[in-house]
C-alpha cells in the first residue's frame, strides 16, 4: 500500500467515525425539556414516593423535571415491549399541556387517569396519535393504558 492510499484511507476512516460518533452521540442526547423519547432527562431530587407503582415498569428512572415548560410530550409505546411511557413520571406546573404521542409500537394504547380527570377513550394503535390534556390543579395524577397496565405501563403526572 502507497503512503498516499493509507493517508487517504486514514483520512476516510477517521472522517467515518465521526459520523458514526456524531449519529450515535445524536440519537442519545433528547432534549431534556418536555420532548419526551428517551433524551437525557433531568430529574427531581425531591420526587415523590410512588409506593411501587412503577416496579414493573422497565423505563422509570426518577420522576423527569418539566417545570417551567408550557407544553410536554409523553412518548406511549416504549421500550422493549412497547408496553411504556417515555417518561414514565413528570412534574409540571399548573397550566401546563401534556401531550401523549404514540410511536406504533406495542399495539393498541390508551391514556386514561385513575381518578377520571382524562382519557383519551378507546385504544388506538398506530403512530402520530395524540391525546392532550392541560393540568389546571396541583396534585399527583396517576394514569395507565388499559390494556397493558399489569404489563407495568403505568405513568404519573405531579403538577406543582
Not at 450515535?24 to 411501587?52: I, Q, V
Not at 412518548?75 to 415491549?81: A, K, L, R, T
Amino acid at each position: 500500500m502507497t503512503t498516499e492510499h493509507a493517508t487517504g484511507r486514514r483520512q476516510f476512516l477517521t472522517a467515518a467515525g465521526g459520523v458514526v460518533l456524531a449519529t450515535t452521540l445524536a440519537g442519545c442526547s433528547g432534549d431534556g425539556g418536555g420532548g419526551g423519547g428517551g433524551g437525557d432527562y433531568e430529574y427531581l431530587e425531591d420526587g415523590p414516593d410512588y409506593g411501587g407503582w412503577f416496579s414493573d415498569t422497565e423505563t422509570f428512572e426518577g420522576t423527569v423535571d418539566w417545570t417551567g415548560e408550557d407544553a410536554v410530550t409523553v412518548d406511549v409505546g416504549v421500550g422493549s415491549n412497547g408496553f411504556n411511557f417515555d417518561p414514565p413520571a413528570i412534574a409540571v406546573d399548573a397550566g401546563t399541556t401534556v401531550t401523549w404521542e404514540w410511536t406504533g409500537q406495542g399495539g393498541a394504547h390508551n391514556v386514561v387517569a385513575e381518578d377520571g380527570s382524562f382519557d383519551s377513550g378507546q385504544e388506538e394503535s398506530g403512530s402520530g396519535i395524540t391525546f392532550e390534556h392541560t393540568f389546571e390543579s396541583t396534585g399527583e395524577y396517576r394514569y395507565v393504558c388499559t390494556p397493558h397496565e399489569t404489563l407495568g405501563m403505568v405513568g404519573a403526572v405531579v403538577v406543582r
